[in-house]
DNA sequence: CAGGACATGTAACAGGTTACATGATTAT
DNA sequence: ATAATCATGTAACCTGTTACATGTCCTG
């Protein structure tokens, strides 16, 4: 006997989408490209799919919508077996996700190949982070000013983003962190005469 | 036409592993659970598939090892050739991985169950946090009391625990801030007016 | 008329997860 | 005796990834 413990997936992230609004896979897909998708990243095959068992489940219903001047859609609202799972799995403990960092396995492995590269890709990303950041920080800016002025689900959102923030800033400041130690190691001390630059 | 991008797995976590020190599928399953686990983690069912795979490939060797006392084991090498493929790995850029992270959709849809559970479930995650924060730093004092003298490999895998350490830090961070603000969201100004919450 | 946005899928494959399975030795 | 550690696997399933596939409308 056995309780298998519920592993949160792509159905939850899109419940939560669809309840904050109805939508078509197509328009789904384009907020995982953007909002939803900088903290639950998935692609059309994924999304179709997911719709799919979701219908058969009955966590969704859709209405096919037809457009004159463009192709039928389906739009999918959430019922209420819908809003009911969504309850239960907010309410439930999440499991921990494994860790799995690239970048740290290069970078323990850095001295098995060629270090130069190892610094390279660091800088890499580097740049993907300082870039993500901000990002970031442009909607920090324009869509919560007076952050201490909100609540309910814009203050939601705000903390959302507030984790991605810092998920960035300190992903850079590692980098930095270890660009600085690699490159002192990489070329040391060539006395007080120098060029340790590289 | 189309050039397929290796994509990072296990394989290479392991050769680094191997890299550093020979070791059965058993020994390696170890490693994963705890040192390598911190950064890639990998069950037992995992490792020995993956061994198979690798040996097919080349990138591994093993010799039989007879132990009168305990059963037999397999002890796996890195060939050259895993030795090449690591290098090469090494030298390649890695791509980005998905963002999934679990509780920021739980944040965002907290509006839509129990806010409550939402903040019990943010301390259950800032306990875990706090406890892997811990460790880490106490592998930090005892193995590298003095970082400013490190170089090469042990450099290289105290630059990894740093960056567990600055992970762990940033989410503990973050779930105190969600804190602080969904508890006063929740619990608005009773003071002279009001509650302004919803 | 070509390319991009709109709109929805199928199929094959790779990798991770869970359950099941076996069997020895050592310590309590 | 019973559990823990040592040691290695198979099988089924689920999810994610990649490639392939189709067709419309609008804009330049």
Redesign the interface.
Known sequence: MHISVYV?GLE??I??SL?EKSASGYELTRRFGRS??????ATHQQIYRTLARMTETGWVTYDVIEQPDRPDKKVYRISNGG?AE??R???E??????????????????????LP??IS?IE??RA?HAERLETYRTIEKRDFPDPAA????A???Y??L???I??E???L??CD??LE??RA?NS?DQADTNRRSE
Not at 36 to 41: A, L, T
């Open positions: 949160m939850h992230a419940l939560v309840a939803i998708g900088f903290f639950w990243e809003q969504l309850a799995w907010l309410a403990p999440l499991e921990r996700p494994a860790d799995r960092d690239g970048l740290a396995v290069k970078i323990r492995g850095a001295s098995l190949g060629d590269a190892v890709e890499r990303h993907m909100l609540s309910g689900r203050l939601h959102q903390l959302v507030r984790g991605g810092r998920t800033q300190g992903r400041d590692w962190e270890a130690a690699l190691d040391p």
